[in-house]
């Protein structure tokens, strides 16, 4: 009955929106978070900056502009300059030497550049650094990267992660089995884990057989708001042979980007190169059970322990 | 270009003053009516009928045998509404073949006057431009912005500093004057830096040059003439409908008055800029027009450059206000001063 609440986000106000190779000092770059448009930079100092990406004067995206030798950016239409600590409108082109820049500027925002990955405080310069998300991966042999746009909203591809994590992520060589899980969830106050078996994909049909027991473990650990996730493969010692974290975020209308890092030992002599799809299985969807994505809502979790 | 209403500009000021009700502008939400449209050029209309539109409405042109309609059916289809308020009886919108152009009267055909359109002192009012002269541009956005746009002086060394040169020049004033129905800027500039493109294409040999900038708007109909009257390079007049086909769409039919300079060269080369100039102002008009269209009032801010835009959205705000309240007269403000051959500077053709 609360399956179509929205999971609670109140209060979190950091979302990824950029892996850090993706910003450099030479180009803007737009990105668009919960329909909100922002220029992402890096400034003479090598911090990146976070401003509304619409000029004060008429309203152009600051993000078809450039980036300045002292590190401001330059709107493309008319070339005000902004900071991107401040957001002050810094430099208007044809002002004479004698004329004072007015008070204008653009909204900036709190931007925190840790692990890799951007994350952008959404309440402005002030927003809470306690909710920063942790996405520190102890560092394996082999490291890869990626972000994808998904044609799937945030919240429902959060609960989609939950509840059939073969639709979401990929492992080239290895089937993850949706609906065999180790275990009842474990439900914290702000994630939810959950273990998945992961079975080698054989070349031929699956066999009709059960097997009795899985090469390798996948272990999910979503934080419930659905900003963040990590994922981890593990083989039958218990093992990690992968870890993954994944940076979550709603962009606009029902699309949302996944930006995620991994760091992986071989195994058997190869890299499972765990990973988020690019595009969704629409068979794995319909097959999905909704189960663990209820426990991302209090009511359910409550029920729970009430049964429990 | 009247001097009715007169207004030099010194300072913020009067950019500042603007300020306050030009935030209350609304682009894209209101048709003004009561004008004539240039919306095809007459050779461009061959067998199959034309279709235009203006603020939505359709607007099919074709022959029927000598004549020339704009109906807003097509006329092999039969016929299916009893038409808007804006046609007569028989479907057809006023229609007039003047410089080239086939205009058409949006707005109450009872109200048609053809004393209501432009002067345009560089064309021949009976004959068309020759082929290299004319073309169409399409701008992504509501025609308001086109026209501010326009009115905006900043933006060239920007967005076309390619083609006009750098900022860095002596002296830039801007004036302007304005009536309920126009806007008109002149900008003087001193020593201005040629771009590589004027030394290069158009084969300038100094460094240098001094330039009188005219601009000229219709507000009702978007149509606009710009002019520049440089020390050392020939000058070609241009008009440019900039008619408002939606909110979203801009048409923009252009033609040069070719016949100004003797410099063959020049009157062939110049014209084929304009498709890329117009490729500079619809990189940042068509992303402006979701940022403006239908959203809630924000006020945007200004400098003592903008004060010809600024003016434009105080014009049309009381445009808009008098048609709502069912005014779509011209008023007398609008009777010609002097003659605007004289004021662009340019020999007469028509
Ligand atoms: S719109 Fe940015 S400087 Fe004019
Ligand atoms: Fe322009």
């Known amino acids: ?308 | 270009m009247n001097t009715v209403v007169a207004e030099t500009v010194a300072a913020e000021k009067a950019a500042t003053a603007e300020d306050t009700l030009a935030s209350k502008w609304r682009p894209g939400e209101f048709a003004l009516r009561d004008a004539w449209f240039p919306v095809a050029q007459a050779p461009t209309l061959h067998k199959r009928p034309l279709l235009r539109m203006v603020h939505s409405q359709p607007f099919y042109i074709w022959r029927d045998g000598d004549r020339i309609r704009a109906t807003d059916y097509h006329p092999i289809a039969p016929r299916r509404t009893d038409g808007s308020e804006f046609v007569s009886a028989s479907g057809d919108y006023p229609l007039i073949e003047r410089f080239g152009y086939l205009w058409v009267w949006y707005g109450n055909p009872a109200n048609a006057d053809p004393e209501r359109m432009p002067d345009i002192p560089f064309l021949p009012q009976h004959r068309a431009q020759p082929k290299y002269a004319w073309g169409v541009n399409f701008f992504h956005c509501t025609y308001e912005l086109v026209l501010e746009n326009i009115l905006d002086l900043t933006h060239i060394d920007f967005v076309h500093g390619s083609f006009s040169g750098s900022a860095d020049s002596e002296e830039d004033s801007i004036r302007f004057e304005s009536t309920s129905e126009t806007v008109t800027m002149i900008r003087t500039v001193k020593n201005r830096p040629l771009s590589t493109y004027q030394r290069e294409v158009l084969g300038a040999s100094q460094t240098h040059h001094d330039i009188d900038a005219f601009t000229h708007i219709f507000i009702r109909s978007g149509v606009c003439f710009l002019h520049s009257h440089s020390s050392i390079l020939p000058g070609i007049p241009l008009m440019q409908s900039n008619t408002p086909e939606s909110s979203t769409l801009t048409r923009a039919n252009y033609v040069f008055g070719v016949q100004q300079t003797q410099d063959k060269a020049y009157a062939r080369n110049w014209p084929r800029t304009a498709p890329d100039i117009a490729a500079q102002d619809e990189s940042v008009l068509n992303p402006q027009n979701p940022r403006y269209l239908r959203q809630p009032p924000r006020r945007d801010n200004s400098t003592r450059f903008d004060a010809a835009g600024l003016h434009y959205r105080k014009r049309h705000i009381a445009l808009i206000e008098r048609q709502q309240n069912g005014d779509f007269d011209y008023l007398p403000d609008i009777a010609e001063g002097s003659d605007l051959a004289d004021i662009l500077k340019v020999k007469r053709m028509s």
């Open chain 1, 1 to 308: 009955m609360s399956k179509n609440k929205k999971a609670e986000t109140a209060g979190l106000h950091w979302w990824v929106v950029s892996l850090s190779e993706d910003v450099s000092a030479d180009k803007p770059l737009g990105v668009i978070c919960d329909g909100r448009d922002y220029v992402l930079f890096r400034d003479a100092g090598g911090a990146v900056r976070a401003l509304l990406d619409q000029c004060a004067h008429r309203r152009a995206p600051l993000s078809l502009g450039r980036i300045t030798a002292q590190g401001w950016i330059e709107c493309p239409y008319h070339g005000w300059r902004y900071s991107g600590e401040s957001g002050s409108c810094v430099n208007i082109p044809n002002l004479s030497a004698e004329e004072k820049v007015p008070g204008y500027g653009v909204d900036a925002f709190a931007v925190e550049e840790r692990d890799g990955f951007i994350q952008l405080g959404t309440e402005g310069l002030h927003s809470d650094r306690t909710q920063l998300a942790d996405f520190s991966l102890a560092q394996k042999s082999a490291q890869w990267h990626a972000s994808h746009l998904i044609a799937y909203p945030h919240d429902a591809l959060v609960d989609l992660l939950l509840d059939a994590p073969g639709a979401v992520l990929q492992i080239p060589g290895a089937t993850i089995l949706n609906n065999h899980r180790y275990g009842e969830p474990i439900v914290s106050p702000t994630t939810i884990e959950v273990t998945h078996a992961v079975a080698w994909t054989p070349r031929g049909k699956m066999p009709k057989q059960a097997q009795a027991d899985f090469p390798l473990a996948l272990r999910l650990m979503v934080e419930k708001a659905g900003h963040s996730a990590r994922v981890e493969l593990s083989d039958d010692t218990g093992a990690v042979l992968i870890a993954v974290a994944i940076g979550l975020s709603p962009v606009k209308r029902n699309l949302t980007a996944a930006l995620w890092r991994a760091t992986g030992e071989p195994y058997r002599e190869r890299i499972l190169e765990l990973g988020v799809r690019a595009h969704l299985d629409a068979l794995e969807i319909k097959h999905a059970y909704v189960y663990p994505s209820l426990l991302r809502r209090d009511s359910a979790a409550e029920q729970l322990i009430a049964i429990a």
